[in-house]
């Protein structure tokens, strides 16, 4: 079955400490998202790829840090200069990023820093 | 700036009908999305408005006046499985999805 798999679903890091949300999609998607999720607000964009080896910053990428060096993956990096990076982080893909771009979404992973 | 309005939360009972409007202002307009999310998990697809009009499925439909930068989500014989957050989210210029905080719905017996 085609998807997007996230690893792990719960993490829990010590402050200080970066830490690497993994992403896979085998649905053959050029473009991959990574949001954030806070309680009572709705996804807001951290970085974005459109294509292999190329990504774009989002609405709030400080902190943060992606790759892109495979269609299938598209790992985020929580870095120890996010502030406040306890949050629901959900990773999404979409077939390209024009004309009809619905997001299909991993299960999402929900770090607590500790 | 670009902004999309979604009411908070709405309670509504099991077997009624219950509509969640979506007013928005975006830079360019490409469509617009209807998603359902469930406590702690990921949104899924529900609804795709392009065009103004209705577009039904099944329990569910969705409408679109791009004129007046206004959708709503209409959802018929409430269930309770129906307990959800639902995300209204538009495609800009860039085809950028933005998306509205979420309505919360609460579906009593």
């Known amino acids: 079955d085609g998807g997007i798999t996230q690893s792990p679903k719960y993490l829990f890091r010590k402050e200080g400490q970066n830490v690497t949300l993994s992403c896979e999609q085998n649905l053959n998607h050029d473009a991959m998202y990574w949001y954030r999720q806070d309680p009572g607000q709705g996804l807001r964009l951290i970085y974005y790829?459109?294509?292999?080896?190329?990504?774009q910053k989002g609405d709030i990428a400080e902190g943060y840090s992606v790759s892109r060096e495979k269609k299938e993956s598209f790992p985020l990096t929580v870095t120890s200069a996010q502030k406040n990076p306890t949050a629901f982080y959900l990773c999404?893909?979409?077939?390209?990023?024009?004309?009809?771009?619905?997001?299909?979404f991993g299960p999402g992973t929900r770090l607590t820093v500790l | 700036g670009q902004n999309i309005d979604q009411p908070t939360e709405m309670t509504a009972t099991e077997g009624a009908i219950v509509q969640i409007n979506c007013t928005y202002q975006t830079s360019g307009f490409n469509g617009l999305f209807w998603y359902q999310q469930h406590a702690g998990e990921a949104p899924t697809f529900l609804s795709y408005?392009?065009l103004d009009g209705l577009e039904e499925k099944g329990r569910f439909s969705s409408f679109l006046s791009r004129s007046k930068g206004y959708s709503y989500l209409l959802l018929k014989e409430l269930q309770m499985k129906d307990s959800a957050s639902y995300l209204c989210a538009v495609s800009d210029s860039n085809y950028q999805l933005i998306w509205g905080a979420g309505t919360k719905l609460i579906i009593k017996p």
């Open positions: 999404a893909s979409s077939i390209g990023a024009g004309d009809y771009n619905e997001q299909f």
């Open positions: 790829s459109q294509i292999v080896n190329d990504f």
């Open positions: 408005n392009v």
